[in-house]
Structure formats: structure tokens, C-alpha cells
């Protein structure tokens, strides 16, 4: 369950280190109310479709070799694309073919285009992940809750911490890493407590923070 947990947010990880090194960059524009006031400049590294790729094919190497379990290794390639298919859908054209490769970028652009849009499909996602996982009521709730807590990167007219982002470059990757610590936590938590009252080996639910981008 740690593996998979971390697949699915492994390209996010990168982002937030990537960020804080200073080696890729997020700009905003003056006010920011919703995510589409939020613009990622240069990420060719974390959220290329080449690094992901290759970063599933690799991890999914390793754990076989290291496993001999073609069940763990196929699911944890799986996450770390799971989280590139659910990007390509809501970024705006951002999304850089490989590193040294500037164009064509991809995304369909929901964020910017259809922000509520965007929202209801990742509530959609983690309900959809929920479902064949059979998970409790518990870990249903965390999905949902953590996806309203986000209401206002969606909408213009619930203000919210996104107010406090421009001139703090700095600040959205904080908020992204501390969002992913406590909801894979929790994930995590609650799924195991789930596989105990069920008597049933975890099956992988690809979810993700929604506040991840």
C-alpha cells in the first residue's frame, strides 16, 4: 500500500522539489482566484510525459526484480501514469512532450477553461477509485471532504488561501506537499483498517489530493 500510495503522487513530489531547488517555476498572475490564475511555467522534468513514462517502466523494473510480483510491479508503473492521464485532462497545454522538447505542449485545459469542470471530475475519479476499491464510509468521506476543502481553487466566489499566492512562489508547492502528506496518511490509514474488517488483501485506489496539479 506505501508503494502504490506513492506512485500515484510520485511526478507531484518531484514537482514540489523540483520547485523548491528552483529548477522548475510557477507564476501567478496578480490576483489569483481560481486555478486558472495559476500558471506552471516550466516543469519539462517532473510532468513530461517522457520522465513519467519512463519513471513508471523503471519502478516497475525494479519492483519486479526485486519482488517477483508482476501484480505489485504493474500496479505502481500504473500509478505513476495514472497521475500524467488525470493531468493531460485538466492542465492547461503545459505538459511537455520530454525535457529539451518545446512543443508541442499538452492538456485539454480544464483548470483554466472549466474550472468547476475540472473539479467535478476529480471528485468523480476519487469516487470512481473508492468504488473498486469497496472501500468503508470512512475513507469515502476523506475523498469527498478533501475535495470540498478545495472548493474555492475552483470558484471565483468562495475566497480561500489560494488569495495569499501571488508574490510567494514558493507557497503552492508548500500547500501541495503538506495536502499530500495528510491525505496519503489518511488514505492509507483508512484503507488498511478496511482490508482488516473485510479480511482482503488492499486493492490499489489511484487517488490523489485534489489540490494537486
Not at 500510495?5 to 489569483?32: P, Y
Not at 471530475?121 to 473498486?132: D, N, S
Request: include cysteine.
Amino acid at each position: 500500500m506505501p508503494a502504490l500510495l506513492l506512485s500515484v503522487q510520485l511526478a507531484e513530489l518531484a514537482w514540489v522539489a523540483l520547485e523548491f531547488a528552483g529548477v522548475e517555476r510557477t507564476t501567478t498572475d496578480s490576483t489569483v482566484r481560481t486555478v486558472a490564475d495559476l500558471h506552471l511555467t516550466y516543469m519539462p522534468y517532473s510532468h513530461s510525459v517522457a520522465t513519467v513514462l519512463g519513471a513508471a517502466l523503471l519502478a516497475g523494473a525494479v519492483l519486479w526484480v526485486v519482488t517477483r510480483r508482476r501484480d505489485v510491479s504493474l500496479a505502481v508503473a500504473l500509478g505513476i501514469v495514472s497521475h500524467l492521464v488525470l493531468d493531460l485532462l485538466t492542465h492547461a497545454p503545459d505538459l511537455a512532450l520530454a525535457p529539451g522538447v518545446p512543443a508541442p505542449k499538452l492538456g485539454v485545459g480544464l483548470y483554466s477553461a472549466a474550472p468547476w469542470a475540472a473539479f467535478l471530475l476529480e471528485l468523480a475519479y476519487g469516487v470512481v477509485c473508492w468504488r473498486i476499491y469497496r472501500g468503508g464510509r470512512a475513507l469515502l468521506a476523506t475523498i469527498v471532504l478533501f475535495n470540498v476543502a478545495n472548493l474555492s481553487m475552483f470558484s471565483a466566489a468562495i475566497p480561500g488561501p489560494e488569495e495569499l499566492l501571488p508574490s510567494r512562489p514558493l507557497l503552492l508547492p508548500a500547500l501541495v506537499l503538506a495536502q499530500i502528506a495528510v491525505t496519503l496518511v489518511l488514505t492509507g490509514v483508512l484503507a488498511r483498517r478496511r482490508a482488516r474488517e473485510t479480511g482482503a488483501a488492499p486493492r490499489s485506489a489511484a487517488w490523489r489530493p485534489p489540490l494537486a496539479s
